[in-house]
């Protein structure tokens, strides 16, 4: 059953029950901002951003004046922070001057700051009201991979996959009016393009290797056949000399044995390199405290301890490859 009168008269009048005396067409608005749904945008950046209290700040100053606009009273803001640390200890705050001054904990590294900007603007020549809301999440990636270090839900091996796919920054914003939002969506497009990062060549080259790692294995199996066709095409199969059925039997038994150890040390030496490309992680994160400060100074030399682990492990495997090889060529022959 609607709720609208069935006269379409929009100058028509209506009485609500308790007794105002309101024209059609306002009973239409009314109805409309009641039960219509919003818009809402979102923007994620998942480049690898050093944030900070100063950069997080500056994009909430900015967001704030935007909500100041001409020909439009601001009538209603509400500002609300989440401090989310690890170990899901969390704090809320109803204003930024509340969370500068109280913020700052000593306990533990922070996980995730959350915005929650939300205001309401008015024409000042037609008097419509308009509601816009507002989520920042600034997530810090170096806070959550400690938190996952300490949890047992989540195998380690999905710890690399689950931090790429969370993004550094998330900007969503619910909206009647897109003409208003789009100047919130350059801000923080051009605020996140400002921002420190810790993303250089390597990272980049890193990032793309990453994408294609789980084909190593693959590939370097690929690479052993081609390989060994060419070495068993130039080198042994001049020199062979089969003078019986049992001896083309043994060199085939010792040959197939041969292919079936180092094709298994060609997926082993595609699984290692596959886990040395994806134990890189860029670092990003939230500088907001003293313990973010420290496992931010640790971050680097623990990337470099993983690197140089796989490294080694991945050096032991080509030499072992190498040795077996040897001592085959010098059998067979």
């Given amino acids: 059953m609607s709720l609208l009168p069935e006269r379409s008269d929009e100058n028509q009048t209506i009485s609500t029950p308790s007794g105002e005396i309101i024209s059609i067409r306002a009973y239409k608005e009314i109805h409309d901002q009641i039960v219509k749904s919003p818009q809402k945008i979102n923007k994620q950046s998942f480049n690898n ?13 900015k967001f704030v004046q935007l909500s100041h606009q001409d020909n439009y009273h601001n ?5 609300k922070i989440t401090l989310v640390r690890v170990g899901d200890e969390t704090q809320s705050f109803l204003s930024f001057e509340e969370f500068e001054e109280n913020a700052i904990s000593q306990d533990n590294a922070t996980t995730q700051i959350i915005i929650d900007y939300a205001f309401c603007i008015r024409n000042s020549f037609t008097g419509e009201t308009r509601r816009y809301e507002i989520n920042l999440t600034f997530n810090s ?21 689950i931090l790429k796919m969370i993004p550094t920054v998330e900007f969503t ?61 130039k080198s042994l199969l001049l020199s062979l000399k089969i003078e ?9 038994l010792n040959f197939s044995g041969y292919v079936i150890i180092m094709f298994l040390m060609a997926h082993l030496f595609g699984k290692k390199l596959e886990n040395l490309v994806d134990s890189y992680r860029s670092i990003s994160y939230i500088d907001f405290n003293a313990i973010d400060k ?28 190498i040795v077996a090889s040897c001592i085959f060529v010098k059998y067979i022959q």
Avoid at 141 to 161: D, Y
Avoid at 244 to 250: A, D, E, H, K, R
Avoid at 306 to 320: C, D, E, P, S
């Fill in 244 to 252: 019986s059925l049992v001896v083309l039997m043994s060199y085939f």
């Fill in 75 to 79: 009538v209603i803001n509400d500002t």
């Fill in 294 to 321: 420290k496992i931010i100074k640790n971050a680097q030399p623990d990337r470099f301890k993983k690197i140089v682990g796989h490294t080694l492990m991945l050096v032991a495997n080509i030499f072992a490859s």
């Fill in 49 to 61: 951003l050093l944030l900070d209290l100063n950069s997080i700040k500056n994009i909430y100053i």
């Fill in 141 to 161: 990636k170096l806070g959550i991979a400690l938190e996952l270090s300490r949890s047992n839900k989540v195998p380690k091996n999905f710890h690399n996959n």
């Fill in 173 to 233: 914003m619910k909206y009647s009016d897109y003409l208003t939002t789009v100047a919130f969506v350059k801000a923080f497009e051009e605020w996140v393009n400002t921002c420190e990062s810790s993303d250089g060549i390597w990272d980049k080259i890193i990032l793309k290797a990453q994408g294609i790692s789980h084909y190593f294995s693959l590939f370097s199996k690929i690479i052993l056949i081609v390989l060994l066709l060419i070495w068993f095409n």
